[in-house]
């Protein structure tokens, strides 16, 4: 990914620092000044405003994402025996933790307008050993919750949000992770609400969960040296928790100029010839993480690297799916065997896209993108 003077990057997350800096130097000063790096009266604020910005009554900050799904599987009791049903389309760490539980992840194909979990291939996939379903809102946008919460309480599963890519989106009058059972984030810099660091959380509208998920991730331990399960060590540090209380102040102004930027490449790309522009589902309000294009004709390398060349940046994420992974060889999947996200892992680009994206810059990508493609 270049970066010479003039060129547009992927992404940009030192300019939204620069804007808040000084809020965030003396906040994190404030943090080293008390002694307290570790839980303590700012990682307890932190969980107390996210829960109350998600519309959850709980919040248990972690470590990171791939700890939240972790947790989230383990409070459960999913383990071995299980199976667990998600997409194959996303980051490992979806299906990552489901194998670390000892259960089974099962790969259903995705919708080619959204690229999130085919609600009809989940239905079909349900067996007597399921027993939770993992949608990932995947690059912001929402999946349909009301359609997949009707699948799961008719089979009695549990569903488990992964909203790393997703902090803010809304489906119906709901924000992402407070829908199902218990919602996952993460806060990796690139994220909406992206901390310094790592970081992640779990929602639940369930103080038994909560107790349960705090007891799991302080080594099993509910009072000190006295422990009740095997867990692990999954803590947000305080430091962090102090930079997400700041930015969440402003996640809302951010959310809604990535949607701005969605809706301007709306309708300059909507006539490109091949390429597809993300499509929203009725019902959903996304929050581009990523604004993610379809490039047909096995174009997708060739427009990369000319739009490179002219100095625009774009990133390809999951250009092999997970059941196609050498790790999950022994599951058995074949090439060919989930379609839809064979496919869309050769043709997405993932466009420039930051709140801080000027519209001088949008109209580059605009103008570098038609010209590339006649």
């Known amino acids: 990914m270049i970066q010479s003077e003039n060129s547009i990057p992927a992404f940009d997350i030192k300019q939204q620092y620069a804007f808040i800096e000084a809020e965030i130097s003396a906040a994190v000063l404030e943090v080293l000044n008390s002694g307290r790096y570790i839980g303590g009266p700012v990682v307890e604020g932190f969980e107390q405003q996210f829960a109350a910005y998600t519309g959850v009554s709980q919040c248990v900050a972690c470590n990171s994402g791939t700890d939240a799904l972790y947790l989230a599987l383990r409070v459960f009791d999913i383990g071995a025996g299980d199976e667990v049903i998600t997409t ?3 980051f490992i760490a979806t299906s990552e933790v489901i194998s670390a539980v000892g259960a089974k992840p099962i790969f259903v194909d995705i ?8 609600l009809r291939q989940v239905a079909a996939a349900i067996t007597p050993r399921t027993k939770s ?5 995947l690059f912001g946008q929402p999946v349909d919750m009301t359609a997949l919460m009707d699948i799961a309480n008719a089979h009695n599963l549990i569903v488990i949000e992964d909203c790393a ?40 509208n369930e103080p038994e969960i909560a107790a349960k998920l705090r007891i799991l991730k302080e080594h099993g331990q509910k009072n000190r040296y006295i422990h009740e399960e095997i867990g692990i060590n999954s803590r947000l540090d305080a430091i962090q928790a102090a930079i997400l209380q700041i930015k969440l102040r402003y996640l809302d102004i951010w959310n809604q100029q990535r949607q701005a930027i969605a809706s301007r490449y709306h309708q300059f790309l909507r006539q490109v010839p ?6 929203e589902l009725a019902g959903g309000k996304g929050v581009w993480n990523q604004y993610t294009i379809r490039v047909l004709n096995q174009k997708r390398d060739w427009l990369r690297n000319q739009l490179q060349e002219q100095g625009v940046n774009t990133m ?4 092999r799916p997970l059941h196609l992974q050498p790790v999950y060889e022994n599951l ?16 997405v680009v993932s466009l420039p896209m930051f709140p801080e994206l000027s519209e001088e810059q949008q109209d580059q990508v605009i103008y570098r993108l038609k010209d590339c493609l006649g």
Do not use: R
């Not at 390809?316 to 250009?319: A, E, G, I, Q």
């Open 88 to 90: 194959p389309f996303t």
């Open 111 to 118: 919708d080619a307008n959204t690229f999130n979990l085919n």
């Open 133 to 137: 379903i993992i949608p990932v809102h």
């Open 165 to 204: 890519q997703s902090t803010g989106a809304i489906w119906g009058e709901k924000k992402v992770g407070s829908i199902g059972h218990i919602g996952c984030f993460s806060f990796y810099p690139t994220k909406n609400l992206g901390g310094c660091g790592d970081g992640g959380a779990i929602t639940t």
């Open 274 to 279: 091949g390429i597809t522009p993300p499509q």
């Open 316 to 319: 390809v994420y999951y250009p």
């Open 332 to 347: 058995g999947y074949q090439p060919g065997q989930l379609p839809v996200a064979e496919q869309a892992s050769q043709e």
